[in-house]
């Protein structure tokens, strides 16, 4: 069975512009979190989505957005890039026990 | 209030001893999961252990067993006869039940173990 995949492994971008991440997960999971770490940092939750809607999301701006498409995989949108949002973006999906699967995760880099 | 303490910034360990890696939580609660995930150099986050509020026996995976003391809000992960491999940083996580926060795990500050040989 196939993991939690996300693409792309690494990206960088200049401040201003916009990041924008994917995630697949796990076959038969049908909710999809977000994460963020900082260099150095704990997982912050981002966004929950479950069934293609946003259900959830933790304290950070509007800026940060995303969607669920109809076949489960997300995409996370980071608009006007400040350089504090360079970050580890982890995407996990759960299953019906409620673990959490994690991907290998997106390293955002913002110039 | 930090949810999830993990007192210990650094852990070192000679191979093929035990170590206990700590971790407390905060919750009113009395339906919740704790979680332990490993995370290597590659980032990626791996799942190791999990302990329910209401499970009685102390959860066992392998080598990684969970020493949990409900009235102690205590969640230590024990890792039993280090490898090298075990090298990395461990976060606890706790899951609180469905509400207007949904499933979401939150995690403490994570532990960088460290296994010498």
């Known amino acids: 069975e196939a993991g939690v995949t996300q693409s792309p492994t690494h990206l960088i971008k200049t401040r201003g512009q916009q990041a924008t991440l994917r995630c697949s997960p796990i076959s038969g999971h049908t909710s999809v979190y977000w994460y963020q770490q900082a260099l150095g940092l704990g997982l912050q939750f981002l966004l929950w989505?479950?069934?293609?809607?946003?259900?959830n999301r933790g304290n950070f701006p509007p800026r940060f957005s995303g969607r669920q498409f109809p076949n489960y995989s997300s995409e996370l949108n980071v608009n006007a890039l400040e350089l504090e949002d360079s970050a580890l973006y982890l995407c996990a999906s759960k299953s019906l026990y409620n673990e959490q699967f994690f991907g290998p995760g997106t390293r955002l880099t913002v110039l | 209030a930090q949810k999830i303490t993990q007192t210990q910034p650094g852990m070192f360990v000679q191979e093929k001893e035990a170590v206990t890696l700590d971790c407390t939580y905060d919750?009113?609660?009395?339906?919740?999961?704790l979680f332990w995930y490993k995370q290597p150099s590659s980032g990626e986050m791996i799942f190791l252990i999990y302990?329910?509020?209401?499970?009685?026996q102390n959860a066992t995976e392998g080598r990684y067993s969970l020493n949990f003391q409900k009235a102690r809000k205590s969640a230590n992960l024990v890792i039993s006869a280090s490898q090298l491999g075990d090298s990395a940083m461990y976060f606890c996580?706790?899951?609180?039940?469905?509400?207007?926060?949904?499933?979401?795990?939150?995690f403490g500050g994570g532990t960088r173990l460290m296994v010498k040989p």
């Open positions: 996580a706790m899951r609180e039940p469905l509400n207007n926060a949904g499933n979401m795990l939150t």
């Open positions: 989505y479950d069934e293609g809607e946003e259900r």
């Open positions: 919750t009113s609660d009395q339906s919740y999961g």
């Open positions: 302990q329910g509020s209401y499970d009685e």
